[in-house]
């Protein structure tokens, strides 16, 4: 079975930091990758995936990762980070080609100081 | 709204209570997920749906637990027999699917807390 390791649980970082999160999977076989944000009172939403191709991929509001397979990482990125940014940040995965079940990680709590 | 609800939001009980949850999920995704979530912890898997067949339940999901979705569109959760340990936020999730050999985003619902006293 798939796992999900993230290394930090609680970053507190000031606004225009640079921010990187650390993600690392377990599952031998082909995997798709996930970041997902949950917003203080709102919904869990994607930030991005990885599927296939460039392992470089892009989402929203600035935030990249990064898979870089000979590691099993799907580190998140983020040059400068705001206040909205605040928020708890998931990685997870699922197996290619199955029913797309999601293994989450602990998640990681950010908090930007103004 | 057309995203995913649950009902309750909140849900406060007594050890050994019954309780029900209901997912509605978008209307046009024909596969539905049930998580769980404890405090400190990401989401777990508990139980998927195609339609309205039932295709997988994790092994968190006990005998006290049993999901349907009686006609493919909506789906309850019920616990019986709750147990302190069941206090969690119930999170349900939907997408497309199948889509061979592409991803359909799962959409979350904003979850039901249970707290079981």
């Known amino acids: 079975a798939q796992s999900v390791s993230q290394h930090n649980h609680h970053v507190i970082l000031s606004e225009a930091a640079s921010l990187e999160l650390g993600c690392n999977y377990s599952y031998g076989g082909t995997v798709n990758l996930f970041w997902y944000v949950q917003y203080p009172g709102q919904h869990l939403q994607l930030l991005l995936k990885y599927f296939s191709g460039d392992p470089l991929v892009k989402g929203i509001k600035g935030f990249e990762a990064e898979f870089i397979k000979s590691k099993f990482s799907f580190n998140l990125r983020k040059p400068s980070v705001q206040w909205s940014d605040t928020a708890e940040y998931f990685c997870?995965?699922?197996?290619?080609?199955?029913?797309?079940?999601?293994?989450f990680g602990i998640g990681t709590k950010l908090q930007v100081i103004p | 709204d057309t995203g995913v609800s649950q009902n309750p939001r909140h849900k406060i009980t007594k050890r050994g209570q019954n309780v029900t949850f209901r997912c509605d999920p978008i209307s046009e995704h024909n596969r539905l997920y049930w998580y769980r979530q404890t405090l400190g912890q990401g989401p777990e898997f508990l139980t998927y749906?195609?339609?309205?067949?039932?295709?997988?339940k994790s092994r968190l999901l006990s005998d006290r637990f049993s999901a349907e979705r009686p006609k493919g569109s909506f789906s309850t959760l019920e616990i019986q027999r709750t147990e302190q340990g069941d206090s969690a936020m119930y999170l349900c999730?939907?997408?497309?699917?199948?889509?061979?050999?592409?991803?359909?985003?799962?959409?979350f619902g904003p979850g039901t807390r249970l707290t079981v006293l």
């Open positions: 999730a939907s997408s497309l699917g199948p889509t061979s050999g592409s991803y359909n985003e799962q959409f």
């Open positions: 749906f195609q339609n309205e067949a039932q295709l997988e």
């Open positions: 997870a995965v699922s197996v290619a080609g199955g029913y797309q079940k999601v293994t």
